[in-house]
């Protein structure tokens, strides 16, 4: 893969945006990122619902799906493409340029942005043994304006991950400025108390991700109650199973948080059965 054909800028080959771009003066804008299996985008119609919303949310118009899929088929031509190999597309959509201050022009053309990678290798045992995450200093603020959107501006993420370079870390637990448990720094988290499987309320802030809302819905299937709650730090320390979702690894169970070890058991196992082959 070459640099000259791993991005897109507005359906170009392009590595660049305008230096004028409100996603490059204001983090003004949102992404998405997901796996890209023999040219298709996985899981396509939950995150072109989910970016639609999130530049609803802030008043930018999303480009249309055919539009996106067209770009996609350009940047993962399927003819080139291994069918046993994935890769990660971020998609990228910003307000488009405007002057120097916060008011957007009235009129906008919004950017976006496809970036072609590898699809990132996750240890065996992570799958197996599961993993060990971090609890960051770093807090996340609450804006509910904002809360639930993977906008641009990720500067409580960069600063949390800079608190670690230990290897044995996979990611790192975010909480808001109230102890509350949110979510991690790439991840979602569910935490599992006897029969009922909670993952942390995202209305303040936090990002709420897709395979998120695909294990919501899985309850039936689990044989527990899915829902959505509150839980401090010292109440996630008390469960019985903690599980880390993303769209690129799927699902992991943390079996190590600070001095706090968990037994290996089979619901993270289960779930990616569950989100692979619905």
């Given amino acids: 893969m070459t640099l000259r054909h791993s ?5 170009s080959f392009e590595h660049a945006v305008s230096v004028f771009d409100r996603g490059f003066f204001y983090g003004d804008g949102v992404f998405r990122t997901m796996q890209v299996r023999n040219g298709l985008p996985v899981n396509w119609p939950f995150h072109y619902q989910k970016l639609v919303a999130d530049c609803a949310a802030i008043g930018i118009v999303c480009p249309s799906a055919e539009l996106l899929i067209h770009d996609l088929s350009i940047l993962f031509p399927i003819h080139e493409l291994d069918e046993q190999t994935a890769w990660v597309a971020k998609i990228i959509v910003t307000r488009g340029e ?10 906008t053309v919004p950017t976006r942005v496809l970036i072609k990678s590898p699809m990132p290798v996750y240890a065996k045992m992570h799958y197996t043994e599961g993993v060990r995450i971090h609890v960051c ?82 309850g039936k299937l689990l044989g527990l109650e899915v829902r959505v709650g509150q839980v401090a730090l ?45």
């Fill in 98 to 107: 405007g002057a120097r201050g916060y008011a957007p022009p009235a009129v």
């Fill in 7 to 11: 991005s897109l800028v507005n359906g």
């Fill in 137 to 218: 200093e770093t807090t996340l603020a609450r804006q509910p304006k904002l809360a639930g959107i993977k906008h641009l501006n990720r500067l409580e993420n960069v600063l949390a991950r800079m608190e670690w370079r230990d290897e044995s870390i996979f990611d790192g637990l975010l909480l808001d400025d109230q102890g509350n448990v949110i979510e991690c720094t790439m991840s979602n988290l569910f935490a599992r108390f006897g029969q009922q499987l909670i993952t942390p309320d995202l209305t303040q802030c936090g990002v709420a991700g897709i395979t998120r809302q695909h294990i919501l819905g899985l």
């Fill in 234 to 278: 010292d109440k996630l320390l008390q469960a019985d199973e903690v599980l880390i979702c993303n769209s690129l690894f799927g699902v992991f169970q943390v079996t190590g948080m600070a001095d706090i070890v968990w037994d290996r058991q089979a619901l993270a196992s289960k779930i990616r059965k569950l989100i692979t082959h619905d």
